[in-house]
């Protein structure tokens, strides 16, 4: 990219999170990634290089490591010129969520992230006219806390995603709750698995975008975003899928489209590009950590019918999902468990506030930092070292349960033996595919604190209105039963 010749209109707004904005090229498959701040705080040039650049390291030397090197891309630092910054930002700013707008792109230092856009991943290794279309998951945390040092009991019963969804639709960030519960998707259970992204299908939320050619055509920006169209997908979606066009329109060929693209993500979420390379991980769920989370409808619903859950056929080694699971594994003691030790690590550091750089808590990401992170003891002698090790294990574990899975898929042409990359089948159609994981920033060492407020006001809302609700209709129906009589009849 040539940093000197730079055209705002050759960019377009792609999207944003909380912290950074997302713009891409229109012909070439890169895309650069701006920080963003709050209008009153301005931050200088070489700190904004040194933030991205720590990104850049992490990932590297890090996330890497933990998820595989096809799995992870980790770009570099670019510095543009300022006036091109300004008028990108003008051009763009009408493209926005108003949500969103609370929060400026720096158009002060010209540093950017240069990544390549994984949208239309590496499409030059794909013939030219062929379309790509790119699924977006964001799976969140894929298992129930397993640490003795949990003192709500419901947390080892339901997991924090699908308590969460209750506070959320309270305080109007979305219009209903999701039945989409992270285990059925972690589960590898096809039954689970499918059920799980029909579900991210129908309340996308934040947990899923769908791109044709790099542009968005299903997603969720928020409470105001009009109810998800299954059939203006199925539109978009059915050359991909039934491209011989045997279908006519209507349900019956809304629900067979639908139906396709659950199987070949599934397929893709199951595959191993990294050939068993398990990772450097070796955590396992614990004996006592549940499999299936209470408050998932699919499990509520085979209970219903008197059946029990499926069990968990187990993900696969090698599969991204496995390794991503892993390295939220990482929240050995759970925020309760951890927050004692962040008060430790913070006692040293208001006595010895210059031993800030040495302990890493802001890079440098290295080797050195990455091999603490292999300790997984959770013996406490006491000291700041071992307060410090849980303290970043658990910053990347957050990390892990932030990141988004993006899936490209490209049709081939009738000699898929020709293809470099993996290919997946569906009933009509043959993919090739390509796996990637993105948002993969460390969680800022700042925000435990906020951390632990937040689960204790998830947990308490979710105790207080759907567990005490539901634990008064199951004393109902015993109180009912109490009267009953026995009657044994001679046979």
């Known amino acids: ?51 991205l650049q720590n990104i850049v390291d992490f990932s590297k030397n890090v996330m890497k490591e933990f ?78 806390p397993f640490s003795g040092d949990v003192t709500h009991e419901v947390k080892h019963k339901v997991c924090r995603y699908c308590m969460h969804q209750h506070l959320k639709v309270a305080t109007g960030k979305w219009k209903q709750i999701s039945k989409y519960c992270p285990l059925d998707l972690y589960s590898g259970n096809k039954q689970r ?19 044709k050619n790099g542009e968005l055509i299903y997603g969720c920006k928020d409470a105001r975003s009009p109810v998800a169209d299954w059939s203006e997908l199925a539109h978009h979606l059915k050359p991909f899928f ?43 769920p614990g004996p006592q950590g549940p499999r299936v989370c209470e408050a998932s409808p699919f499990g509520r619903s085979l209970r219903h019918q008197g059946k029990s859950a499926p069990e968990c056929s187990g993900l696969p080694k090698g599969c991204l999902l496995y390794k991503t699971l892993q390295v939220q594994m990482l929240d050995l003691l759970d925020i ?50 071992f307060a410090l090790t849980k303290v970043q ?9 932030d990141c988004s899975v993006m899936i490209a898929l490209s049709p081939c042409l009738q000699d898929a033996s020709s293809e470099q990359r993996p290919v997946v089948t569906s009933s009509r159609s043959r993919f090739a595919f390509s796996v990637s994981v993105l948002d993969l920033d460390l969680k800022p060492y700042e925000s435990i604190p906020h951390q632990y407020k937040l689960d204790g006001k998830i947990v308490n809302y979710y ?6 609700k539901d634990a008064a209709v199951m004393s109902a129906r015993f109180k009912e039963s109490e009267d009953c009589t026995l009657v044994l009849h001679k046979v």
């Open 336 to 385: 309760e468990g951890l927050y004692p030790l962040y008060r430790r690590v913070e006692r040293y550091l208001e006595e010895f506030p210059e031993e800030r750089k040495t302990l890493q808590i802001d890079g440098p990401y290295d080797e050195a930092f990455y091999q603490k992170l292999l300790d997984l003891s959770t013996e406490d002698d006491g000291t700041v070292a």
């Open 1 to 51: 990219m040539d940093e000197g010749k730079m055209d705002e209109n050759e960019w377009g707004y792609h999207g944003e999170g909380n912290k950074s904005l997302v713009v891409a090229h229109a012909q070439r498959c890169v895309v650069l990634r701006f920080l963003k701040f709050p209008p009153n705080r301005k931050k200088a040039s070489e700190e904004i290089f040194q933030h």
């Open 463 to 468: 105790s207080k209105t759907v567990h005490a």
């Open 193 to 211: 698995m499918h059920f799980a992204l029909k579900s991210l299908l129908q309340e996308a939320q934040n947990n899923l975008k769908i791109f």
């Open 393 to 401: 294990q658990y910053r990347v574990a957050m990390t892990a349960k």
């Open 242 to 284: 039934f491209p011989s066009n045997g279908l006519a329109g209507g349900p019956h060929c809304t629900g067979a489209v639908i139906r396709e693209l659950v199987r070949v993500i599934t397929r893709v979420l199951l595959s191993d590009s990294e050939k068993g390379r398990a990772g450097a991980l070796r955590l396992g």
């Open 67 to 144: 998820l595989g090197e096809n799995y992870v891309h980790c770009g570099e630092v670019v510095q543009l010129p300022l006036d091109f910054v300004k008028q990108l930002c003008l051009k763009i700013q009408s493209e926005r969520p108003e949500s969103r707008c609370d929060k400026d792109l720096d158009t002060l230092s010209g540093y950017a992230l240069c990544l390549p856009n994984l949208a239309r991943l590496q499409t030059y290794r794909f013939v030219e006219h062929r379309p790509i279309l790119c699924v977006e998951i964001k799976p969140k945390c894929g298992f129930i």
